[in-house]
């Protein structure tokens, strides 16, 4: 923090020296050495530096504020509106998110009234937990991507995911026996973390995770305490993290954050082929815990960071489930599925928005699981998003 204020109060400098105001100073001051200016020159001099000073403190007071109240200002947006979301995926590592396949996904997203997008670098690790990414002042494609969905007035969402595939079964299960894996993880995740918050800052992102579904580290709570703050030195937007839907309460630090983010893969009947009046039911019993949880941590918002439903008979049963089967039953049951999620959330006092799990772009999506690209999650959300006389 404090380096990005001393570049801050350089960069001010830098712009007085080349202003008119500092020209038509240094000017006077030499061509009229027999003026009561020039004579007067140095206590001008001083008083124009105070002033300078002056506004400089002005304009770095918002570098130089507690966490705290950084934590405060940064959440005010999440009691504005619902985040209408959507994650746009990659088919590999994300250079896709630079390419003119983003720019059409956008265009097709806002015309759905998706309002956020959200994307997820990667980061690989390993058994050992080490850590291995590449810079982002080195992804080009990340600031190509920011750049896009700021030019469709579009809001971004940057939640950063660890690549487990080949080392863990998933990240829910990353952990370490021993001490010294534990620090190479800790070690190598801030500093993975920090890279993308400082992007986070550069590009003016209004909402970063600091983990996604980490629960079997979150109970080395000191480690996860000092990420939270080294993030918050260099990004001044709202944190989130995003919790497994099971395991909301293996996270010791909602006060630390903004919001809280839930994987929201909520099981809601057992019945073979429910019915609307079931699946409705079901979001009973998870949106009162998470009242309850929001309560406790003095209204904290909850933000769906991902929610989504495969075509499969099993969806409202198991709808973290990775099998596809496009039958007539199967959409339908979708897109019951999908209707009473948008209906009852959007008008839930805590739940403050969703982020649909997934738009694949490119020419991969028609072979991708959660596809939102389908044609009954398309019309779910035209219904839903889209005001009457735009909804065809």
């Not at 002005?58 to 934590?71: G, H, I, N, Y």
């Amino acid at each position: 923090m404090r380096a990005l204020a001393e570049a801050k109060l350089h960069c001010l400098f830098a712009v007085f020296k080349q202003s008119t105001t500092h020209q038509t100073l240094l000017t006077m001051y030499r061509r009229t050495p027999n003026s009561p200016f020039y004579l007067a020159g140095p206590r001008i001099a001083g008083s124009a530096i105070l002033g300078l000073c002056f506004v400089a403190l002005l304009f770095l007071a918002p570098s130089v504020v507690s966490a705290k109240e950084s934590a405060a200002r940064g959440s005010q947006w999440l009691s504005e509106g619902f985040l209408r979301g959507m994650t746009v995926t990659c088919p590999t590592w994300g250079p896709i998110w630079g390419s003119q396949h983003m720019a059409t996904s956008l265009a097709h997203l806002d015309e759905l009234g998706v309002e956020w997008v959200s994307i997820h670098p990667y980061a690989g690790i390993n058994r050992q937990g080490k850590i291995q990414f590449r810079p982002t002042a080195e992804l080009g494609f990340l600031d190509r991507a920011a750049e896009m969905i700021q030019q469709r007035e579009m809001h971004f969402f940057l939640k950063p995911h660890l690549a487990y595939w080949g080392s863990f079964e998933w990240r829910g299960e990353i952990e370490f026996e021993k001490e010294e894996d534990w620090r190479r993880f800790f070690t190598g995740y801030r500093a993975f973390i920090v890279d993308q918050a400082r992007f986070a800052q550069r590009q003016g992102v209004p909402l970063f995770a600091v983990g996604t579904e980490l629960e079997a580290t979150t109970h080395r709570e000191a480690e996860w305490r000092e990420i939270i703050a080294a993030v918050r030195q260099v990004y001044d937007g709202s944190l989130i993290y995003a919790a497994n839907w099971d395991r909301l309460d293996r996270v010791p630090f909602w006060d630390a954050v903004d919001a809280i983010g839930v994987q929201a893969y909520y099981p809601l009947s057992e019945d073979e082929v429910p019915d609307r009046c079931a699946v409705e039911k079901g979001w009973k019993r998870p949106l009162a815990q998470l009242a309850a949880l929001s309560r406790r941590f003095g209204d904290k918002p909850v933000i769906f960071t991902e929610i989504g439903y495969n075509r499969a008979p099993e969806a409202a049963r198991e709808p973290w489930s990775y099998r596809v089967q496009s039958t007539a039953e199967s959409r339908e049951l979708r897109r019951v599925l999908m209707d009473v999620a948008l209906e009852r959330l959007e008008g839930d006092p805590v739940v403050r928005g969703v982020f649909w799990w997934k738009w694949m772009p490119g020419p991969s999506a028609g072979k991708s699981n959660f596809s939102m690209r389908d044609s009954e999650a398309i019309d779910a959300l035209r219904q839903h998003w889209l005001p009457p006389q735009q909804t065809r």
